[in-house]
């Protein structure tokens, strides 16, 4: 229990977190209201018969943990805390006004059995999966139609045992989009700090249609040769602030996305007002910071400061196609600290790959 109050204390001193209004750097910092707030009701998932030993299922845990604690969405919030141990599990959903906190030797791992992986469909914006037409695998950590949602830890880890994944897929067998690690879907309030994610399924972290988000002292390790292990990938996503992380990947560290070809068109949410500082990349054949390729809803307003590139392909790379609409502007970069790098800033309007 020492360590439960603990956590409580830690989260009620978050007393000021800020992100960049619409304006970029100089624009007016907002403070978010719903994170600095404490929660009033806190479990672990050990209430809920989970069994930190690695190899029992615990995603009836998680499930029910959540489900339990959602009824307080509107009374004071909940946390959820991980435990030190390794709890596996195949994905669950989320809350709002919800706190999942892990221990620093807590490790989440997905589990390995694809009939936990449920079959969702796609994303509008995308009309089908990317890997493969129809459906997609659900993500790990998922949220849809949230307020306030925190995922966080004293550098707890979430590893998504992607080598299972990788081969599937290189050998085409999947008959699914892999899932991500973490997917949030029109949300409101999100805060993603102090965890580290470790050989994802696919890309990392992915809020979609969302707005208010911090991405913050993450560590994201994968091996550079995996496939489309993206760090971060707003998506038709406004107002981020993503700061202070470390990317070693397969893929675009950061990728900055919007919807694909006539379903990003006719969705029409563009990504806008996105401040990128303090990173450090490692991706040979990506590159530190990507706008597309799908980008369909347009993108405007990125911001990136501070950022530094070892053994990683390109600098900054904007990547279209024809076909693919709206428009890529205001693009500010300042503070690239570049080593062994293939091109500084690389640009493709033939980028092909289509719906
Ligand atoms: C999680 O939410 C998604 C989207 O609402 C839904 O399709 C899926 O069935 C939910 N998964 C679980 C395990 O409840
Ligand atoms: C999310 O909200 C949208 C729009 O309000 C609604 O159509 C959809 O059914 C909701 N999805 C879930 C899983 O609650
Ligand atoms: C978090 O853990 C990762 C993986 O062990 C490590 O590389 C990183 O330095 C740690 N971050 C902090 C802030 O301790
Ligand atoms: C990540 O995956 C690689 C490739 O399968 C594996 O060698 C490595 O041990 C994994 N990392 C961890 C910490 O499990
Ligand atoms: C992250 O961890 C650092 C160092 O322990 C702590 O000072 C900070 O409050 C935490 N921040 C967030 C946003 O979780």
């Known amino acids: 229990m020492a360590s439960q109050t603990q956590v409580i204390i830690n989260l009620c001193f978050w007393a000021l977190l800020f992100v960049m209004a619409q304006g970029g750097y100089a624009g007016e910092v907002v403070e978010y209201p719903a994170l600095t707030r404490c929660r009033a009701h806190t479990a672990s998932v050990t209430d809920f018969g989970a069994v930190g030993d690695g190899k029992t299922s615990n995603t009836k845990a998680f499930q029910a943990a959540v489900a339990h604690l959602a009824q307080y969405s509107s009374d004071g919030g909940s946390l959820l805390y991980v435990p030190a141990g390794r709890w596996l599990t195949g994905p669950f959903n989320l809350t709002s006004a919800f706190t999942l906190f892990l221990h620093r030797d807590a490790v989440i791992l997905a589990s390995q059995d694809i009939n936990e992986w449920r079959v969702i469909d796609p994303l509008p914006s995308y009309g089908r999966g990317r890997d493969k037409a129809g459906g997609r695998y659900t993500s790990l950590i998922m949220g849809t139609n949230l307020t306030d949602v925190i995922l966080t830890g004293d550098n707890g880890t979430i590893d998504g045992q992607g080598e299972f994944w990788w081969q599937k897929f290189r050998k085409n067998q999947l008959k699914y989009t892999r899932g991500y690690l973490v997917e949030l879907m029109y949300t409101d309030q999100i805060l993603i700090s102090n965890l580290t994610f470790l050989n994802s399924t696919n890309w990392n972290i992915h809020p979609v249609y969302s707005s208010n988000i911090i ?114 502007k205001d693009i500010y970069v300042r503070g690239m600290n570049l080593n062994t790098m293939k091109w500084v800033f690389w640009m493709t309007g033939n980028y092909k790959s289509h719906p």
């Not at 405007?300 to 530094?308: G, K």
């Open 215 to 328: 991405v913050k002292g993450i560590t994201i390790l994968a091996p550079v040769h995996s496939p489309n292990t993206d760090g971060i990938n707003p998506d038709s996503c406004s107002n981020v602030l993503i700061e202070n992380n470390y990317i070693v990947s397969g893929d675009d560290c950061i990728a900055i996305k919007s919807g694909w070809d006539e379903y990003g068109i006719a969705f029409g949410m563009p990504s806008e007002h996105i401040v990128i500082k303090r990173l450090t990349c490692i991706s040979p054949t990506s590159a530190a910071i990507a706008v597309g390729s799908e980008m369909s809803g347009g993108v405007r307003n990125v911001r990136a400061e501070d950022i530094t590139a070892i053994n990683t392909e390109s600098g900054v790379r904007l990547k279209t196609a024809i076909g693919r609409g709206d428009y890529i």
